[in-house]
């Protein structure tokens, strides 16, 4: 679910597009990356809403007396599970609008950022920021990577999307049976997994947008599906890192 744009064909060799001379191409991954990081600040001050103003943290969570999470009410459930609702409800549409993919994108924005409130009340305030900052770090590089690199990482992609399958499936797995250890196991390949496709999906859009050939409705349906599928990226790379830095209250 990270990716909305594999489905187009690589009818230009990676090593071929070359964003340094192509004006319209860095354009297209600005606007991408703008509408990424105008999502991750929403999501930011959703999270510290959620998690700092008692009357809205009361509807969400069931905390301790010090403050600390200890459970989810009936609606901190569905707010929970609302992303993954929206995301498969958008699989089943066809051909969508600029209007209608932007609907998407901030409709998946604001239900993750508005969960993100749980990493502030089960964790300091410090080792979330921190791991914020390290998380943006890495995927400032690994993004440069994958925007810059003449090597054709679409092979590489399909290994990814194998383990993300499988990360999904020991993720459920753990949920019912979770021996010393598998925790760490399934957060060690998240981050890498994640990591991997932060480089694959950013050179994806890139082939994404010679393949559009300047079609402007397209360019901007892909625009949104782009941001989404690096905010995704971003977010789960951001929520594995958290079980190796982050300090519980």
């Not at 964003?19 to 990424?36: E, I, Q, T």
């Not at 399909?158 to 499988?166: D, R, S």
């Amino acid at each position: 679910m990270s990716d909305f744009n594999r489905g187009y064909t690589r009818s230009i060799p990676a090593d071929r597009a070359d964003m340094s001379v192509d004006a319209g191409l860095r354009s297209f991954m600005l606007g991408v990356y703008n509408k990424m990081a105008l999502g991750l600040l929403l999501s930011a001050g959703l999270a510290w809403l959620t998690a700092d103003f008692a009357p809205v943290t009361q509807l969400l969570y069931v905390t301790t007396p010090d403050g600390r999470l200890a459970g989810f009410t009936l609606l901190g459930t569905i707010v929970r599970f609302a992303p993954l609702a929206v995301l498969l409800g958008a699989m089943f549409m066809r051909n969508p609008s600029p209007r209608a993919a932007g609907i998407i994108y901030w409709s998946v924005v604001t239900a993750i950022g508005a969960g993100l409130g749980v990493w502030l009340l089960a964790y300091t305030g410090s080792s979330v920021a921190m791991t914020f900052l390290i998380t943006a770090t890495a995927f400032g590089g690994l993004s440069l990577f994958g925007y810059t690199t003449k090597k054709d990482l679409s092979g590489f992609g399909t290994f990814l999307i194998m383990g993300l399958w499988g990360l999904i499936i020991a993720s459920l797995v753990g949920m019912f049976w979770n021996p010393p250890g598998f925790s760490f196991i399934i957060s060690a390949l998240g981050v890498l997994i994640f990591s991997g496709l932060i480089a694959y999906d950013t050179q994806n859009l890139k082939m994404t947008y010679y393949q559009l050939g300047g079609d402007q409705n397209s360019m901007a349906v892909a625009t949104n599906y782009g941001a989404l599928s690096l905010y995704i990226n971003f977010i789960n790379l951001f929520q594995f890192l958290m079980a190796f830095l982050g300090n519980r209250r």
